[in-house]
């Protein structure tokens, strides 16, 4: 197993990619060890409110504000089943602390704080996730199907979906539209 760890990362999806579920795709990468890796699309926004989704589980939300924000696709595996990107790790039932600062709930208990007003600051809730097996993304990285570059908060939270991306390959100094989808190796 090499030593490459991608844990709070950006995968920017390669022009040459296919795969309708990551085509023009950015990711972001919350766990990667040696058993595999799993993320979340964070620029594919669904025609579902969170207003919607509340009322679709018999929940309250509170928080006008956030009535109109949109669910995302957050990849293909469980798209049944709700994930909440967030800042405030806090102490929720079921996290995957990220980092220090971000974590992924997927219990209830976080949706329930949301809808009262008291829930993460920032947060993006997602249908589905991205999973890799082990060494899986390794060989997509070999085969020129992702750029990476370390995740930032502002382009997560701060930012509309449709400009998540762009930001993302700013940081690289890279245009999305000048990438070829030819690789070469040195």
Same mark, same amino acid.
């Given at each position: 197993?090499s030593?490459l760890?991608?844990?709070n990362?950006?995968l920017i999806?390669?022009p040459?990619m296919?795969?309708?579920?990551?085509?023009?795709?950015?990711?972001?990468?919350?766990e990667?060890n040696d058993?595999?890796?799993?993320g @979340?699309v964070?620029?594919?926004? %669904?025609s /579902?409110?969170l207003?919607?989704?509340?009322?679709? %589980?018999?929940?309250?939300?509170?928080?006008?504000? /956030?009535e109109?924000?949109?669910?995302?696709?957050?990849?293909?595996?469980?798209?049944?089943r709700?994930?909440?990107?967030?800042?405030t790790?806090?102490?929720? !039932?079921?996290?995957?602390q990220?980092n220090?600062?971000i974590g992924?709930?997927t219990?209830k208990d @976080?949706?329930?704080?949301?809808?009262?007003? !008291?829930?993460?600051?920032?947060?993006l809730?997602? /249908?589905?996730?991205?999973?890799?097996?082990q060494?899986?993304l390794?060989?997509e /990285?070999?085969d020129?199907?992702?750029?990476?570059?370390?995740?930032?908060?502002? %382009?997560?939270?701060?930012?509309?979906?449709?400009?998540?991306?762009?930001a993302?390959?700013a940081?690289?100094? @890279?245009d999305?539209a000048t990438?070829?989808?030819?690789?070469?190796?040195?």
């Amino acid at each position: 197993m090499s030593e490459l760890n991608l844990t709070n990362h950006f995968l920017i999806a390669m022009p040459a990619m296919t795969d309708p579920f990551f085509a023009k795709s950015l990711t972001y990468v919350c766990e990667h060890n040696d058993q595999g890796a799993m993320g @979340i699309v964070v620029n594919r926004p %669904i025609s /579902l409110t969170l207003s919607e989704l509340f009322a679709q %589980i018999n929940m309250p939300l509170k928080p006008v504000e /956030l009535e109109d924000v949109l669910v995302h696709f957050g990849g293909p595996v469980q798209t049944d089943r709700g994930f909440v990107l967030h800042d405030t790790v806090g102490t929720w !039932q079921s996290t995957l602390q990220v980092n220090d600062r971000i974590g992924l709930t997927t219990s209830k208990d @976080i949706l329930q704080a949301v809808g009262e007003g !008291q829930g993460p600051r920032h947060l993006l809730v997602t /249908l589905g996730y991205a999973g890799w097996s082990q060494g899986q993304l390794e060989q997509e /990285l070999a085969d020129n199907a992702w750029l990476s570059v370390a995740a930032s908060e502002h %382009i997560l939270f701060d930012l509309p979906a449709e400009e998540r991306l762009p930001a993302a390959m700013a940081l690289l100094g @890279i245009d999305y539209a000048t990438l070829s989808d030819e690789a070469g190796h040195a």
